[in-house]
């Protein structure tokens, strides 16, 4: 049985980049048949806000971005289990901000400052394996790269605070999630979150990268960018359709208005890979 999921983060409205990577999401879960989870990812509570995940749900209802399932929200959860099962590749970290910073060789521990020390405080981090990944994309092919260039990832911050890399993989294990699907900004840290799936005794999921969606000035989409906000696009009189017209040739099903209508022509490797970027 094929799961997918919806995990909007209720720390900024919806934008077109967010709904092309949900209806990827949701096209691929319906068209096999499968079954499509809401999770809201407020792992961090310092940023999530309620009134913004008010407008995430009635933004993802007004385009029919619909779940069939809501399972608990990432604030709500203990990571305690998945920390206990990750123990033997797990380190503190006593690196301050700028030790992080400095531009030493990928693969080193956390830069080499603290992988062996046995610290008592400080960050969790998750000890990589070494050498070059290989896995699938079901847009992109066959990826292939070494986690390392990203160093070993925080799991639990300074402050005691869960990490996002934490929170999705364990929750996405936790709930049963075979197909996950983001935007490309994500792809080559696929090969760090394969390495927590598997430490989490889990089979990876099947992976989709959506197209990332840039604004005009060829930035990622964020709060300066409001037009290309679903409510403002709303505000201004546009209907779901007009949203999915704009949305589904990225995802190479030109000329459809509804995800009904989208949904016997979905082709999760169709469309152009991105990023797009919005006219002016
Ligand atoms: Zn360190």
């Known amino acids: 049985m094929i799961v997918g ?16 990577a949900f209806a990827a999401a949701w096209l691929s879960a319906r068209a096999d048949g499968g079954r499509l ?15 913004v995940e008010q407008s995430l749900r009635d933004d993802l209802a007004w385009l029919g971005l619909t779940a069939d399932e809501e399972v608990a929200r990432q604030s709500s959860r203990d990571y305690a289990p998945a920390l206990a099962r990750l123990a033997p590749r797990l380190y503190r970290c006593q690196c301050t901000r700028a030790m992080r910073e400095q531009p030493l060789p ?8 603290c992988v062996d020390r046995g610290h008592t405080d400080g960050a969790i981090r998750f000890r990589l394996d070494a050498g070059p990944m290989t896995f699938v994309d079901r847009r992109w092919g066959p990826q292939r790269t070494d986690p390392r260039t990203f ?5 639990v911050r300074r402050d005691g605070l869960v990490s996002y890399n934490l929170a999705v993989v364990a929750d996405d294990v936790a709930d049963g999630v075979t197909d996950v699907v983001r935007g490309s900004d994500l792809l080559e840290y696929t090969a760090v979150q394969i390495q927590l799936w598997q430490a989490l005794g889990a089979p990876p999921p099947r992976w989709l990268h959506a ?15 409001g037009s290309a906000h679903v409510g403002a696009m709303r505000d201004a009189g546009a209907t779901p359709a007009d949203v ?23 082709d999760p490797a169709a469309g152009p890979r991105g990023p797009i970027t919005l006219p002016r």
Do not use: F
Request: with cysteine; charged share 20%.
């Open 5 to 20: 999921r919806l995990a909007p983060t209720p720390s900024g409205r919806l934008h077109l980049g967010n709904v092309c």
């Open 37 to 51: 989870l809401l999770r809201i990812e407020d792992v961090d509570v310092t940023r999530a806000r309620p009134e």
């Open 106 to 113: 990928a693969g080193a521990g956390c830069q080499g400052h």
């Open 151 to 155: 160093g070993d990832p925080i799991l």
């Open 211 to 225: 197209p990332l969606v840039l604004g005009a000035d060829g930035k990622k989409l964020s709060k300066s960018h």
């Open 244 to 266: 999915w017209r704009v949305v589904l040739p990225w995802l190479g099903i030109p000329g459809a208005s509804s995800l009904a209508e989208a949904l016997p022509r979905w």
